[in-house]
């Protein structure tokens, strides 16, 4: 095939005071954010070029100057009660840089205090998505940095992502976040991947500690880790909860002075959509309480050692079966936290706590003897779904069309493999495999076509979004001309380029047989682990994220090849009501008639046979 000269991009609104569109695509998958201060949203709005108080935070302050020697680190972990999806605490990494350090005048137990300050903050911002959010560690780098922290937020972050893989041997962790105390390029004060919370590449976000005010840093925290939970910015009309003199919503694509604290209804919609779809497995899981910053205490809402429940402070507490004066439970319950655990006492063994999250997670049943639900387990990854056409990865099931139907809506679909190699290997606007750490587009290997700029096929008008315009390329393929649509993401007067472009396949997502993307690379996939764990389970089950045999129902683990209700080792007792009554049915009912059955022609063929040797016998009396 060969790509025509035909190349067609949506309309796009003009820039305030300019001629020409305001084109400033972003990196891939990113979401960034920036502050103005009050006194530069004033100066603009004299001037004209921004007619209201701008929601997103913008800072206009020069590159980042000043000796680093220390960097401060601290852990967060996170915990929700959601009814559909109880999240349980989970380990995310927060790093300071130098010049967050010498902000404090080198003081620790200062720098300390401010950690705690911003973490309460987060903390209280997540609470109304009913997430728990607490310090659970500290780590200072006294002599240099260890990872590149610059004025580009996007080298910063790729370096940070690529740090955080090695942390991962000395602390177990789900995300991580980095605080600095200088500023990046431009007006851009945050930066995070969209959907990357418990990826192993990811997962995290860099964030500049812009305000005096620790809530300021609290909110552009949150608001990256809003990203990291697969929260685009706040379209508009989205925001209802917080008018702009309150501060407005937590995802706005730009925020101002006062800062704001509560999520928007759009906001989690999208957090409920990702969790439907798989995202954020890791959440899902019980990690250890004992490294909190804050130290043993009852009434923080979190179970420590010694502790029987802990429903937080006493005046917020509304647990009817825990004493929040000295976390004890009261008398005749037996639990007071949990999914396993209804009107203060257990839930019997066997009751499904946690539901499938998508095709490529498993469900988890109550064990009779814990409050809490078993570890999260999800299908391995490599496990086929999608009818073969993809592959999971981290609990979810990628595929190039799902992803065309997030961007156009029901009824897109991928665009031939063709369109991919022919707009993907230009590396600009309309395809490409991302940007590089100056900003450059990528030119996409024909290999790698797939792991770029997403195209589809669609009949409607334009992409979903405000402020998304299509980029379409036509092309001629087997004699036929056929489009090629791509999405972009264009800056607003509110951003001024903090938007990401959504519009680069997913990594995880299935680019050929035994390949996935990886870094918009199109590469093996070993799946070396996953073939020596279906070989354990007999063919009457699937494997999951423990490399432990799943058994279809009928089976009973740990390999499958013994009959039984079926789950897994992990997963807790399984109790389908439909399987026991199928055993029981087929234990008391089918076979003990068969028993019967066999009994009664045996005596009945032994009767007859009796009566023909007798007859015989009688026959040959007679005759003599």
């Known amino acids: 095939s060969s790509c025509s000269v035909q190349r067609s991009a949506g309309l796009m609104p003009l820039a305030p005071h300019s001629g020409f569109p305001w084109l400033s695509p972003m990196a891939s998958q990113l979401k960034t954010h920036g502050l103005l201060s009050w006194q530069r949203v004033a100066s603009l709005s004299n001037g004209g070029s921004v007619g209201r108080q701008l929601r997103e935070q913008k800072w206009a302050v020069g590159p980042q100057r000043g000796p680093r020697d220390a960097n401060l680190g601290l852990l967060l972990c996170s915990r929700s009660r959601r009814l559909k999806y109880a999240l349980q605490p989970s380990l995310i990494p927060l790093l300071f840089s130098s010049l967050q350090f010498l902000k404090q005048n080198r003081n620790l137990g200062q720098t300390k205090q401010r950690i705690l300050e911003i973490a309460n903050y987060v903390d209280k911002f997540y609470r109304s998505l009913n997430i728990k959010v607490a310090l659970v560690g500290l780590e200072v780098?006294?002599?240099?940095?260890?990872?590149?922290?610059?004025?580009?937020?996007?080298?910063?972050?790729?370096?940070?992502?690529?740090?955080?893989?090695?942390?991962?041997?000395?602390?177990?962790?789900?995300?991580?976040?980095?605080?600095?105390?200088?500023?990046?390029?431009?007006?851009?004060?945050?930066?995070?991947?969209?959907?990357?919370?418990?990826?192993?590449?990811?997962?995290?976000?860099?964030?500049?500690?812009?305000?005096?005010?620790?809530?300021?840093?609290?909110?552009?925290?949150?608001?990256?880790?809003?990203?990291n939970f697969g929260m685009s910015h706040d379209s508009e009309g989205c925001c209802v909860e917080a008018t702009p003199a309150q501060g407005g919503c937590?995802?706005?694509?730009?925020?101002?002075?006062?800062?704001?604290?509560?999520?928007?209804?759009?906001?989690?919609?999208?957090?409920?959509?990702?969790?439907?779809?798989?995202?954020?497995?890791?959440?899902?899981?019980?990690?250890?309480?004992?490294?909190?910053?804050?130290?043993?205490?009852?009434?923080?809402?979190?179970?420590?050692?010694?502790?029987?429940?802990?429903?937080?402070?006493?005046?917020?507490?509304?647990?009817?079966?825990?004493?929040?004066?000295?976390?004890?439970?009261?008398?005749?319950?037996?639990?007071?936290?949990?999914?396993?655990?209804?009107?203060?006492?257990?839930?019997?063994?066997?009751?499904?706590?946690?539901e499938p999250a998508g095709s490529c997670d498993l469900p988890e049943y109550c064990t009779g003897a814990s409050p809490y639900c078993p570890g999260n387990v999800y299908l391995l990854d490599g496990s086929a779904c999608a009818g073969g056409?993809?592959?999971?990865?981290?609990?979810?099931?990628?595929?190039?069309?799902?992803?065309?139907?997030?961007?156009?809506?029901?009824?897109?679909?991928?665009?031939?493999?063709?369109?991919?190699?022919?707009?993907?290997?230009?590396?600009?606007?309309?395809?490409?495999?991302?940007?590089?750490?100056?900003?450059?587009?990528?030119?996409?290997?024909?290999?790698?076509?797939?792991c770029g700029k997403i195209q589809c096929q669609s009949s409607a008008r334009k992409p979903k979004g405000t402020n998304t315009v299509s980029m379409d390329t036509t092309i001629r393929f087997n004699g036929r001309e056929v489009k090629c649509r791509g999405t972009f993401m264009y800056a607003t007067?509110?951003?001024?380029?903090?938007?990401?472009?959504?519009?680069?396949?997913?990594?995880?997502?299935?680019?050929?047989?035994?390949?996935?993307?990886?870094?918009?690379?199109?590469?093996?996939?070993?799946?070396?682990?996953?073939?020596?764990?279906?070989?354990?389970?007999?063919?009457?089950?699937?494997c999951n994220s423990n490399k432990n045999c799943h058994c279809s129902a009928g089976w009973a683990p740990p390999y499958c090849e013994k009959p039984g209700l079926g789950g897994s080792v992990d997963s807790g007792p399984v109790q389908h009501d439909t399987i026991l009554i199928a055993?029981?049915?087929?234990?008391?009912?089918?076979?003990?008639?068969?028993?019967?059955?066999?009994?009664?022609?045996?005596?009945?063929?032994?009767?007859?046979?009796?009566?023909w040797i007798k007859s015989t016998r009688k026959s040959q009396e007679t005759g003599r």
């Open 141 to 227: 780098w006294t002599e240099r940095d260890q990872c590149t922290v610059t004025s580009d937020a996007n080298a910063t972050l790729w370096s940070f992502l690529q740090w955080k893989k090695a942390l991962r041997s000395r602390k177990k962790h789900d995300n991580a976040q980095l605080l600095t105390g200088g500023t990046f390029r431009g007006t851009t004060i945050g930066m995070a991947p969209l959907e990357g919370m418990c990826s192993a590449e990811n997962s995290g976000g860099v964030s500049a500690d812009h305000s005096d005010l620790p809530i300021g840093a609290a909110a552009t925290m949150a608001h990256e880790i809003g990203h």
């Open 389 to 450: 056409e993809a592959y999971c990865s981290h609990g979810m099931c990628l595929t190039h069309h799902q992803q065309c139907v997030q961007l156009w809506g029901p009824g897109a679909w991928p665009a031939p493999d063709a369109c991919f190699q022919d707009v993907n290997t230009a590396g600009d606007t309309y395809g490409n495999c991302g940007k590089d750490s100056q900003g450059h587009y990528v030119k996409c290997d024909r290999r790698d076509a797939k």
């Open 583 to 611: 055993l029981l049915v087929v234990f008391l009912l089918i076979l003990p008639a068969t028993a019967l059955g066999i009994y009664w022609c045996y005596r009945r063929k032994n009767s007859l046979l009796s009566k």
């Open 493 to 542: 007067k509110d951003d001024e380029g903090d938007l990401s472009d959504p519009g680069l396949v997913m990594t995880g997502t299935k680019c050929g047989d035994g390949m996935v993307c990886k870094d918009r690379r199109c590469q093996n996939a070993s799946f070396f682990e996953l073939e020596k764990c279906i070989s354990q389970c007999h063919g009457h089950g699937v």
């Open 250 to 354: 937590v995802m706005a694509a730009a925020t101002g002075h006062p800062f704001p604290r509560v999520f928007s209804f759009c906001s989690k919609r999208q957090l409920e959509s990702y969790f439907h779809k798989g995202g954020g497995m890791c959440l899902f899981n019980m990690p250890s309480t004992k490294d909190l910053v804050i130290g043993k205490k009852c009434g923080n809402g979190f179970l420590e050692d010694g502790e029987e429940c802990d429903c937080g402070e006493l005046g917020e507490c509304t647990n009817p079966c825990c004493n929040a004066h000295n976390c004890t439970l009261k008398a005749g319950a037996q639990c007071a936290h949990g999914d396993c655990c209804e009107s203060c006492q257990l839930k019997t063994a066997g009751t499904m706590c946690r």
